[in-house]
């Protein structure tokens, strides 16, 4: 081969490609045989219109005594299934574990005959794995690309779990954490057979039971309210020297019954759970766990006090254990741990805790003003129901969230002036935070399938 000239300094040479016109000015560069390709340099390739790449016209290799060499500027090019990439080795070099950060990993894609890198990957996720490397670790996947697809090409170039799955909970994945297992066997089956209905058929079974008793539990919490099951709780029995009678818990009666036997199977599940668990600290912080002793602490309470104080309610309807009986209402959440949709309602409320905080506090401000307005546009008005402040935030927070009872309302002309405002103003502050939240929500269940589920 004849040996090459070099460039003049300064020399400045103008490269056509379709409509685009690439200049660039070319420093003196000498001819080195042999180099390796962390040492080749290229000539300066354009951009066309659509993003389409300007190839040069010739490559230039780099001397091994040009500063480039200790500092890593010297460009390379990555031909990406025809689609040629330029950029520089130090901007690789900054993720080293990657495929193209480590030079023995991407020293088998190195073509010598074109001094250039060839992958045989999809084109437009690359524009994303080249940003990841520019950008010094931003992620961003293409809209055009399906989300299966760039996922594979993330595994491809080797960029790591952390950054997968840091971009899986961006894009609004369901993300599975790694349970730990208890170190002891027995209490390792007893985790899996309590925790994980997919680990055995028995497992299977004992999740079909939780769900049972569980809706049981619900649907008798139900009836039991209604007129045409009211029953007495308690009965008359007579003392023991024959004087009087005394009021004693019924306890044939058949809603008692089947409360009792779907507490005793949510206390028995705790209890193996409680006792199999790897972590008791953590076990008693999740707010699921927390949940669960709320659905099966008012029985006991209920019956404890009942049994050794003697307090027994026949109306079912005493004062003193109401607010024990609503806490059976928690049993509903129970449902979580084996319903889906559940669980993304729960996701999707977690995530838009600071949109919703937001609505919350735009819609007590307006509350506010609006309260104010109200009640100072009907002073003076004849039977007007907005008499103070405090009084008119029920209608104004009726007004703004647009369902309007009618139970109070304004009559002067002001009056209702002020509520056509407050109904524009509720309309605005409703609309705002709704498109995260449904976005959010969106995003979770477009995920429910198992491609949305990795382990930590």
């Keep these: 081969m004849g040996k090459a000239q070099p460039a003049l300094a300064g020399q400045r040479r103008t490269y056509r490609n379709s409509n685009v016109t690439v200049s660039v000015?070319?420093?003196l560069f000498s001819i080195s045989h042999g180099s390796k390709y962390e040492n080749v340099g290229s000539g300066v390739s354009g951009t066309g219109s659509g993003g389409t790449p300007v190839e040069p016209s010739h490559h230039e290799v780099l001397d091994h005594h040009h500063d480039c060499i200790k500092s890593g500027c010297q460009r390379v090019i990555i031909n990406v299934s025809g689609q040629r990439y330029e950029t520089q080795l130090r901007t690789l070099n900054r993720f080293p574990e990657t495929l193209l950060g480590d030079p023995l990993k991407r020293r088998q894609f190195w073509d010598s005959r074109r001094?250039?890198?060839f992958i045989d990957r999809h084109r437009p996720s690359f524009q994303a794995v080249l940003y990841y490397y520019q950008s010094g670790g931003r992620l961003r996947r293409p809209i055009e690309v399906p989300e299966d697809i760039f996922l594979e090409e993330l595994e491809f170039y080797n960029l790591g779990e952390q950054t997968i799955r840091d971009y899986k909970e961006k894009e609004g994945f369901i993300m599975e954490q790694q349970k730990a297992l208890p170190k002891s066997v027995w209490q390792r089956k007893i985790w899996l057979l309590c925790e994980e209905p997919d680990s055995s058929i028995a497992a299977k079974v004992f999740a079909i039971i939780s769900i049972i008793c569980i809706l049981i539990s619900i649907i008798n919490f139900c009836l039991e309210t209604m007129p045409?099951?009211?029953?007495?709780?308690c009965i008359n029995v007579t003392s023991t020297n024959g004087t009087g009678y005394n009021m004693v818990p019924n306890y044939v009666e058949p809603f008692f019954i089947v409360e009792t036997i779907c507490v005793a199977w949510f206390t028995l599940e705790f209890i193996l759970r409680f006792a199999s668990c790897p972590?008791?600290?953590?076990?008693?912080?999740n707010i699921m766990n927390i949940f669960d002793v709320l659905a099966i602490l008012p029985f006991f309470i209920t019956l404890i006090t009942v049994t050794v104080a003697g307090q027994c309610d026949s109306t079912n309807k005493g004062g003193s254990f109401i607010f024990i009986r609503v806490l059976r209402?928690?049993?509903v959440f129970k449902l979580s741990k084996h319903s889906q949709g559940l669980r993304i309602l729960g996701l999707t409320i977690k995530t838009?805790?600071?949109?919703?905080?937001?609505?919350?506090?735009?819609?007590?401000?307006?509350?506010v003003i609006f309260s104010a307005a109200a009640y100072y546009a009907e002073q003076g008005e004849k039977d007007t129901q907005l008499t103070s402040i405090p009084g008119a935030f029920w209608w104004a927070i009726v007004t703004m969230t647009?369902?309007?009872?009618?139970d109070v309302t304004p009559v002067g002309v002001w009056g209702k002036l002020v509520g056509a405002f407050c109904v524009i103003a509720g309309v605005l502050t409703i609309a705002l935070p709704v498109p995260v939240v449904v976005a959010n929500f969106n995003n979770f269940y477009r995920h429910e399938s198992g491609r949305g589920y990795i382990s930590a």
């Design 352 to 367: 838009s805790m600071r949109e919703l905080g937001m609505f919350f506090f735009f819609l007590i401000v307006a509350m």
């Design 25 to 27: 000015e070319l420093t």
């Design 329 to 331: 209402v928690f049993r």
């Design 228 to 233: 045409g099951f009211e029953r007495n709780s």
């Design 115 to 117: 001094n250039e890198f």
């Design 402 to 406: 647009t369902v309007g009872y009618g």
């Design 279 to 285: 972590n008791k600290l953590l076990f008693c912080k």
